[in-house]
């Protein structure tokens, strides 16, 4: 039975144990005076059966699923002759691979003999072996697991208790799985990181002003310079993102101010759903129209004014960037502003305010903690964009302040460096991670700042 089958009827049964459950709650019920005796409500007996019936075999086949490739892998190496046993270890991975290919119908990277197909075979067979077993098993521990909890089933059973607590053990561990996720991937990008900074120093990596991240691959090759100084790439991600940024706060903020205290319900259901369209459109639509109609109008507009404009620029990557983040700063300035007391309000327009004056000296300054948080947060996407400055502001790190020439960001490089067939032992590629700590440390700051912020401002006014 293959695992989706299995899967399905798993599910089935899950439901076919709450409805067991909810039917012998009714039926014990019906011997004490009916349900208003029993301690839960019979959804909550039917529930508690399907979990018991659902969780402990969704485990077993998940950890089975887990160790299944590696036990039978085991098995079938210690099958092979002892000269294919003694091979070294990639070696052995290559010859697994193959056999694990020749099962699945794929093209082998070697010629096929007896062995092999001989492997092939008993790993096939271990294959259907486990799969029958893990059926049964996950069948068995189902329905012992739906039996155990209907024979439990009488009126003082504290079912929906048990039903919250498993509930908040599967909120745990969902929790736990986001941490550790997130703390594996910090250790990742840092462990590469530290073996780059042992190859190039940590002060020329933040510190040079040039970078030209090409290493030489023999000992004769010329025009590999191996230059890491990450300043060009800093103050091109810091420059596109501030253009980005005056253009997205002033239009968002002060299109949720009017769609919040001037727009009519009509004209605000309608214009925040259109203007929300903007978040959904993919990132590389927006490089082609960043490349195709932003970046050619700037250049030309530029040289008709005698300005020596870039083909690719950090104004039309920025601009083209702050109208994607436009939908992002409007919806929550927009939730924010509306969150405001209306108390508030009506006791500026007691002491004889006008409309004006309440939004900038009464609902502003109420919300401005918020709003900073979604500004900071707007900020954090911005760096991250990566689409749109390939697109629209080139790959070459220039350090210049002139936003009409090309630049590069964070995101960029790492898509670059890591672009091919590399090897992950040479700087050229490690620069990637070093680079990509960087930016998690700064989008980090700016996430702690934002909820810093927010948490103040809920903390003020709720």
């Not at 709450?18 to 014990?28: N, P, R």
């Not at 997130?182 to 002060?203: D, K, M, N, Q």
């Not at 939730?335 to 305010?353: E, F, S, T």
């Amino acid at each position: 039975m293959s695992p989706y089958s299995l899967m399905i009827l798993l599910l089935c049964l899950s439901s076919a144990a709450y409805y067991l459950g909810k039917k012998k709650a009714f039926a014990v019920s019906a011997d004490v005076g009916g349900a208003r005796q029993l301690h839960s409500r019979p959804t909550y007996y039917g529930a508690l059966a399907a979990r018991w019936c659902g969780i402990p075999a969704l485990i077993l086949f998940a950890g089975w699923l887990g160790l299944e490739d590696h036990i039978i892998t085991g098995m079938v190496v210690s099958e092979l002759p002892e000269t294919l046993q003694n091979l070294p270890a990639d070696r052995i991975n290559l010859l697994v691979n193959d056999i694990q290919n020749m099962v699945t119908g794929n093209i082998v990277s070697r010629e096929v003999d007896d062995v092999m197909r001989a492997a092939a075979d008993h790993y096939r067979h271990l294959q259907n072996i486990s799969s029958a077993a893990l059926a049964v098993l996950v069948l068995a521990v189902g329905i012992g697991g739906m039996l155990w909890v209907r024979s439990r089933i009488v009126p003082s059973l504290r079912a929906r208790n048990h039903v919250e607590r498993i509930i908040r053990y599967l909120l745990i561990f969902c929790s736990t799985i986001a941490i550790f996720t997130t703390i594996g991937i910090v250790l990742s990008v840092l462990y590469e990181a530290i073996r780059f900074f042992h190859a190039v120093p940590v002060t020329e990596f933040l510190f040079g002003l040039k970078w030209s991240p090409q290493m030489a691959i023999r000992a004769d090759q010329v025009g590999s310079s191996g230059a890491f100084g990450a300043i060009p790439v800093f103050a091109g991600t810091a420059m596109i993102s501030a253009i980005a940024m005056l253009v997205a706060v002033p239009i968002g903020l002060m299109s949720a101010i009017y769609m919040s205290e001037y727009a009519d319900r009509r004209f605000r259901d309608a214009a925040k759903p259109l203007m929300e369209i903007l978040a959904g459109i993919p990132t590389v639509v927006y490089g082609f129209f960043a490349a195709l109609i932003v970046a050619p109008f700037i250049r030309d507009a530029g040289t008709t004014i005698g300005l020596d404009v870039s083909s690719e620029s950090a104004l039309a990557a920025g601009l083209v960037m702050g109208i994607m983040i436009i939908p992002f700063v409007s919806s929550l300035s927009d939730d924010i502003i509306n969150a405001v007391p209306q108390a508030l309000r009506d006791g500026a327009y007691g002491l004889g305010a006008t409309q004006s004056e309440t939004i900038k000296q009464v609902v502003l300054p109420a919300a401005l903690p918020g709003i900073v948080g979604g500004v900071l947060l707007a900020i954090s996407r911005a760096i991250g964009e990566t689409m749109i400055v390939v697109m629209a502001a080139g790959l070459a790190a220039n350090l210049t302040a002139n936003p009409l020439a090309t630049m590069t960001t964070v995101t960029v490089q790492i898509v670059t460096l890591l672009v091919g067939d590399q090897e992950f032992d040479s700087p050229k590629t490690l620069a990637a991670f070093a680079l990509g700590l960087v930016l998690f440390i700064v989008t980090l700051l700016l996430n702690v700042i934002a909820l810093h912020v927010v948490r103040k401002y809920r903390e003020q006014y709720e």
